[in-house]
């Protein structure tokens, strides 16, 4: 009797304060009800076994039951659960969402309104020693918003909760794992900060310039970041006498994650770049986790005996344009990582390797189910790609206590299907974020940023007469990587990236005047044409002008 | 459509060969006796009617009438000869990224962190009898990253590539690609600091001041922080910690150059800090200056015939190798190029004709000498019994520009055969055409190729771009 009276006050203090919370455009109508039942449902617990028949009770936002033998309440709101299954919420666990966008494209009719000129991705501390791209004392957490389209098209798909970062820059700051629902930031938050984000795209014009740089700056941080440690224990044990160091809030954040209490997700995908990555780690004792992860099967082993996970995009490759007569034939190593990836989350799940699935930058989140069914196809088994998408991720972030399954006292986010969750004709029916029912509305409109993703024919001029080459792109955010092919050599681009503006960097190694050398493409695309300059130590720069072979999909 | 099937087997051909039934099996070094060979030892002559006994990624033996035990491999070489495996001292195959350019010392940055053990090239220089490359750091400042001597495990993982025991090594340079003369001027872009060869020694002896400051630093405070535990520690620099050890002459400096001053400044420099140049890179002017080299201790890698590139490299001369050699200097050729390093031994015997070397001095040029300048003679660079069983099988005298190479060997294991190349060649096409119909490799869309957009020209009426027709 008491618990139902707080209960009352507790909704009556929501009726009252409801003028006052300030109207958002996703959750129009708020509801004071917080109780829900979901009968006679499927229940894939996933913590248990699946019960075929059961309710779900819902209660202040946390699951209050789930059982076949479960009544709902009388107070409850009941959903009729048949023909629909229940799942745990599902969890990306690696995203951009929530946070402001980076290019400087205003978005129309000035919406939004939260901040006057959004800041660009990612946000720079105040006062740091450090330019931007390496601040590590970067939180997610003080930048995150609510609502949106793109966090409706993930809700739209069964999405509850997502971990999200930036992608760019070397140390990218810190992330947070948020609910896709809630009108203020604090309210999204499940977990922050979660981990430190790394990535190995150069910064532009100034040190470091390139890959090779990057890991110096990575280990040179470190380094200062143990000294900076050291010298405030030595200088707070007795600062009388001692010369007071300077205090340092970007070698201040990197102290936890070099005594291994927060962990460090590094965005790699080939072979040769997880391995990079978990050299780094052993170096400096960190406790890794791969994101992005396409070849993280052919390194299994290492994964698993070091205890390492994977964050495993979909996002998974395809061919994106039709072939063209002029265009060199696509190598053979392409044509195998398309297929490969596929596989690669059913071999890891053989070889006990930790793993999640996370979105990976998908532009269009209806292809997240269409490519986990693919990879289901390809030998993972079904329900352990309900486990990469709900338990899996809820343990490498820490948050198993809280989601994750269907248990009594998790948090209430729950995603309901009619029909299997991977089936091509299942829809999602419900989604629970909070305890609370979610509007799902149709997405709107299509894929919101273009992709450099294709086939493109570069002419290069050197000064002795245009060289045609074939470029091979994938763009993941504001990642790119590709190869080229042509006259001038062929290998895969590095230094690559893509700045909001639709500024496109990448190096390539090119045989010029009988030596190898690097050349460094800079470039503005416009009217689906990339036209820059290309720059060869020791020699002129030359030009370049690129156009798709083929359309973009 | 012929020329696209054509070209698509020749890339599947040379494209990717990394993934084969061969990769297991590469770990353990399989006995191989090479009977009946002509030999070129590089150190003891040239041997007829030799054979070359391979154990346990050693030469075991070589001599003649050799015996194996029952389950070694057995090569007939009559006709065929055996040469070291080629070390080229200049290369950049198989890096990710060659130039960290921001800054004009990134004495910081390691080639070793961006390899790529997949990178083709590394095929395509087994098959032209290579076996060791000196991973260099590119020409784009003072002072360069460190570099990485590595041997050409093909299909293994990158950390097996690394030449053990090889000396550690930086890349430096001089002259235009430094101060970027060929880099014009753009309004409001503030040029990197040096534009002239003055500022480039100024560069190398401010960072050899500060290298020799950081070092006493360091070694005030170990002495000091015994007594006193309350000690702040000194920064660590990896800037700086190469260029103490080079101080210490723990680590090699390889030093890209063209002209005869440049090569005399880099000396005497070095002299004043009490250091040693390990090698001049390119040295187009070398043999200006031969005496002045050998006299100081350092090699010259250079190029057989390529010059007039730019404008420091235009006093070039062919004889340049055997001047230098004539001088004492220990002298290789080496490739700066993924193209050229398929063909050193060309470029090796061009010194016969430019010059007049013997065929051992020329031998020399591409096998021991480098071997020499990256610290690794004891291991590689000749026949002799006791060294690693890093040799190549060529159809000819390798100086022939009609032979080629048959087999090359790294520590005894085969890592190219031309007849397992050809043999794999429709198994690979096999597979090209199976992929090609795999669900990820299919265009987005069936049917015809999309129209191109017509090309678009200005009207001169209203300055309205328009289609032209097609």
Not at chain 1, 353 to 375: I, K, P
Request: aromatic share 6%; net charge positive.
């Amino acid at each position: 009797m008491p618990k139902v009276r707080s209960r009352l006050i507790v909704g009556l203090l929501a009726l009252t304060l409801a003028p006052f919370i300030p109207n958002s455009n996703t959750n129009a109508q708020r509801s004071a009800i917080d109780t829900y039942a979901i009968t006679n449902a499927r229940i894939v617990t996933v913590s248990g076994p699946v019960i075929e028949r059961g309710t779900v009770v819902i209660r202040n936002g946390l699951i209050a039951a789930a059982g076949a033998n479960v009544n709902a309440p009388p107070d409850a709101r009941v959903i009729d659960g048949n023909g629909l299954t229940v799942y745990p919420g599902l969890i990306d666990a690696y995203t951009d969402l929530a946070l402001p966008e980076a290019s400087p494209a205003p978005s129309p009719g000035g919406g939004g309104g939260f901040f006057a000129a959004p800041p660009p991705r990612p946000v720079g501390g105040p006062n740091s020693t450090q330019p931007v791209g390496l601040q590590p004392e970067v939180m997610v957490e003080d930048v995150i918003r609510p609502g949106g389209n793109e966090i409706e098209s993930a809700r739209n798909i069964g999405i509850t909760t997502a971990l999200t970062s930036p992608r760019t820059g070397i140390w990218m700051g810190q992330s947070a794992l948020i609910n896709l629902s809630g009108d203020t930031p604090q309210a999204m938050i499940v977990r922050s900060p979660v981990a430190m984000h790394v990535g190995f795209t150069p910064l532009r014009g100034t040190y470091p310039g390139s890959l090779m740089g990057v890991f110096a700056t990575l280990r040179q941080m470190m380094l200062d970041a143990q000294r900076y440690r050291d010298s405030m224990q030595i200088y707070e044990r007795n600062p009388r006498g001692i010369r007071r160091p300077d205090t340092d809030r970007s070698l201040a954040a990197l102290v936890p994650v070099i005594e291994g209490r927060m962990p460090v997700v590094m965005l790699v995908n080939s072979e040769r770049e997880i391995t990079r990555a978990l050299d780094l780690a052993s170096e400096f004792k960190l406790r890794l986790i791969v994101a992005g992860g396409r070849e993280s099967d052919r390194v299994a082993e290492r994964l698993a005996k070091q205890n390492v996970p994977v964050l495993l995009s979909l996002n998974l490759p395809r061919r994106t344009t039709a072939a063209l007569p002029e265009a060199d034939p696509e190598p053979l190593r392409v044509l195998r990582e398309r297929v490969e990836a596929q596989q690669t989350a059913g071999k890891l799940a053989k070889a006990g390797v930790r793993f999640a699935f996370q979105s990976g930058s998908l532009t269009d989140m209806s292809e997240l189910m269409v490519n986990a069914r693919r990879v289901i196809e390809n030998g993972l088994p079904a329900a352990d790609a309900v486990r990469a998408f709900t338990i899996w991720p809820a343990q490498i972030l820490g948050v198993e206590s809280q989601l994750g399954s269907i248990e009594a006292g998790k948090i209430a986010n729950l995603t309901v299907t009619r029909g299997d969750l991977f089936d091509r004709n299942s829809r999602v029916a419900h989604v629970f974020i909070d305890g609370r029912p979610v509007d799902l509305r149709p997405a709107a409109g299509g894929p919101s940023r273009s992709s450099l993703s294709g086939t493109w024919i570069v002419n290069v001029n050197l000064g002795q007469g245009d060289k045609a080459i074939t470029l091979n792109l994938q763009q993941e955010g504001d990642r790119l990587a590709g190869a080229i092919s042509g006259p001038l050599g062929a290998g895969e681009i590095s230094n690559a990236s893509v700045a909001g503006g639709g500024e496109v960097r990448f190096t390539v190694v090119f045989n010029v005047e009988g030596q190898t050398k690097e050349a460094s493409f800079a470039g503005r695309l416009a009217n689906n044409e990339i036209r820059g300059s290309v720059t060869i130590v020791g020699a002129a720069p030359g030009t370049f002008t690129a156009t798709r072979s083929g359309q973009p999909n | 459509m012929k020329r696209l099937i054509a070209r698509s087997l020749l890339l599947s051909m040379f494209g990717m060969l990394p993934v084969s039934p061969a990769r297991a099996q590469r770990q353990t070094s399989p006995e191989t006796l090479i009977r009946n060979a002509t030999v070129l030892t590089v150190t003891r002559g040239t041997l007829e009617n030799t054979d070359v006994l391979l154990r346990n990624g050693k030469i075991a033996g070589v001599g003649k009438n050799l015996n194996a035990s029952a389950n070694a491999r057995i090569i007939d070489g009559t006709g065929k000869f055996v040469m070291p495996g080629i070390i080229d001292c200049h290369s950049h195959s198989m890096l990710d990224t060659i130039n960290e350019g921001t800054l004009a010392v990134t004495s910081m940055v390691r080639t070793e962190d961006v390899m790529n053990p997949t990178d083709v090239d590394l095929y395509r220089e087994l098959a032209g009898g290579v076996t060791t490359l000196n991973l260099l750091h590119g020409s784009a400042n003072p002072i360069g990253g460190l570099n990485t001597v590595v041997k050409i495990k093909y299909g293994r993982p990158a950390s097996e590539f690394l030449f053990p025991g090889a000396m550690p090594g930086i890349k430096f340079a001089l002259g235009e690609n430094v101060k970027q003369s060929s880099r014009p001027n753009q309004p409001g872009v503030q040029r990197r600091y040096p534009n002239t060869r003055m500022g480039v020694e100024e560069v190398i002896r401010d960072a050899f001041t500060r290298a020799r400051d950081y070092k006493r630093t360091w070694d005030e405070y170990r002495a000091a922080a015994g007594k006193n535990k309350d000690l702040m520690p000194p920064k660590r620099d990896l800037q700086l910690e190469p260029l103490v050890e080079i101080l210490e002459g723990k680590r090699y400096v390889h030093a890209h150059c063209y002209i005869a001053s440049e090569i005399l400044m880099l000396i005497n420099l070095a002299d004043e800090f009490g250091f040693k140049i390990k090698t001049f890179q390119h040295a187009l002017e070398g043999y200006k200056v031969a005496k002045e080299i050998a006299a100081h201790g350092a090699g010259a890698s250079i190029f057989a015939d390529s010059w007039g590139y730019k404008i420091e490299a235009y006093d070039a001369i062919p004889y340049n190798a055997a001047i230098m050699t004539r001088a004492g200097v220990v002298v290789s050729m080496n490739s700066d190029s993924d193209e050229r390093a398929r063909r050193l031994n060309i470029e090796a015997a061009k010194a016969m004709h430019w010059g007049g070397l013997t065929e051992e001095q020329a031998l020399k040029l591409v096998t021991l000498n480098p071997a020499i300048q990256l610290g690794i003679q004891e291991r590689v660079g000749s026949i002799e019994v006791g060294k690693d069983a890093d040799i190549a099988i060529w159809n000819g005298h390798p100086f022939s520009v009609y032979s080629r190479v048959d087999t090359t060997f790294i520590d005894g294991v085969v890592y190219f055969d031309r007849q397992q190349d050809l043999a794999r060649r429709p198994e690979l096409a096999k597979e090209r055409a199976a992929l090609e119909q795999a669900e990820p490799n299919k265009p987005p869309a069936q049917g015809q190729s999309p129209q191109r957009p017509g090309r678009r020209r200005p009207s001169h009426e209203d300055g309205i771009e328009e289609e032209m027709p097609r």
